[in-house]
């Protein structure tokens, strides 16, 4: 079994920061991209920003410059620096990870989230 488990969401005032944080446990043989998605209300979950194991990232473009996702692959964890929030980063955000469990056995699993409110 594989669990990922984020923390660090919380409330914050528009342009302040918030590091989010997500550590994947479990029989993990080995885990390919990792990534941070968000879902507002009313809304579709959406990609906020991925990265490879070798470190390759990828952005919304509603984050660039803003966020930056990073990796710790000795600890399984892959975390995102928010800086300048705004309300409209308002969300649940949900860790998830690409992670062979074998040579011959892949899935996606996904974090249970982490709310995160930006006042304005």
């Known amino acids: 079994q594989v669990q990922l488990v984020e923390s660090g969401g919380g409330l914050v005032q528009a342009g302040g920061s918030l590091r989010l944080s997500c550590a994947a446990s479990?029989?993990?043989?080995?885990?390919?991209?990792m990534g941070w998605y968000r879902q507002a209300p009313g809304k579709q979950r959406e990609l906020v920003a991925t990265?490879?194991?070798?470190?390759?990232?990828n952005y919304a473009d509603s984050v660039k410059g803003r966020f930056t996702i990073s990796r710790d692959n000795a600890r399984n964890t892959v975390y995102m620096e928010m800086n300048s929030l705004k309300p409209e980063d308002t969300a649940v955000y949900y860790c998830?990870?690409?992670?062979?469990?074998?040579?011959?056995?892949?899935?996606?699993?996904w974090g249970q989230g982490t709310q995160v409110t930006v006042s304005s």
């Open positions: 990265i490879t194991s070798g470190g390759s990232t």
């Open positions: 479990g029989s993990i043989f080995r885990i390919h991209v």
């Open positions: 998830s990870a690409v992670i062979a469990t074998s040579s011959i056995t892949l899935h996606d699993y």
